[in-house]
């Protein structure tokens, strides 16, 4: 049994790392009290319910699955709590079974899957990613438009994906007022309260009209457009086995539906390819979009050597 370190300390610094990851540079108390009280909820959910995870169940049509308690295991935490937890995890493992974890994860899945997918319809989006980037072709169609002060790399990443999963503008501004408040280390109704919301705002909303007119987000607005109406009225079937009904009332969640079902196929043999690579390891944790593995420490040395 894991005995976890969790104390006011530990807490503290959670909640600084919390922070700091999403950009609050003076955090109120009252933000700061929400946070800390997660996370106590969290370690007296670990301390009760234990760190493995056994029992998992379907999420409907998605392809992906979830522990059948989610709100009491390590998947609903946040991600800068998880970090620590994995330290205290990974340092366990070591010293009792000369065991190390490796994080897989998929990076930009969903873009690297589209292009995949239909490379021929996402010229811009492939020569973006092969040289500067998505982020950095995007910033430079900022400058270019002589509107560079506006980028911000946060807000921008908002707009984008909200584009990939069929939202529009309202969804854009919607997650950069959301992105901000937590940035400004206020609750929801302190934002709104207070002289940074209008102000936010108006910039949302100006950086929202920027990227809907952005060839790049054209690019995808237009192969969305094109996917369903050239397959109305059929069926998608994911390499998962789920099958997908394209049609207008559905095709938001149905495409995105789809996209997961390759997101998890991959996932599974990324896996699986991993674990034949060791003669012991075994699965920790899984997420949906990547997974943990336990190895022996050694063994994970000579695998990251080849790997990078």
Known sequence: MITLDINENVIKGVINGYCEYVGAQEPTDAFKEVKRNHFYRCAETL???????????????????????????????????????????????????????????????????????????????????ETDGIWEAIRKEFVRQNVGDLY?????????????????????????????????????????????????????IEISSIVNRLPLVKEFRDMSQEIQATHDGEMFVGPSGHSYPINKEEFRRSFCSYLQSCEFTLLAIATNETLEQFEEAELVFHFHDGNVIAVKEEKAKSFLRRVF
């Open 47 to 129: 301390k009760k319910n234990g760190v493995k995870i056994y029992t998992y169940k379907s999420l409907g049509v998605s392809p992906r699955i979830q522990p059948q308690n989610y709100g009491k295991t390590i998947n609903s935490f946040n991600s800068i709590f998880r970090t620590y937890l994995f330290k205290q995890i990974g340092s366990y493992r070591n010293k009792k079974f000369g065991m190390v974890l490796l994080d897989l994860d998929l990076v930009s899945w969903y873009t690297s899957i589209l292009l995949g997918l239909y490379p021929d319809k996402l010229p811009l989006v492939k020569q973006a990613v």
């Open 152 to 204: 911000t790399n946060s807000f921008v990443k908002i707009c984008f994906y909200s584009v990939l999963f069929g939202g529009g503008a309202k969804a854009m501004i919607n997650g950069i007022l959301e992105k901000t408040a937590k940035s400004l280390g206020m609750t929801p109704q302190q934002f709104r309260d207070s002289e940074h919301y209008n102000r936010t705002q108006l910039k949302a």
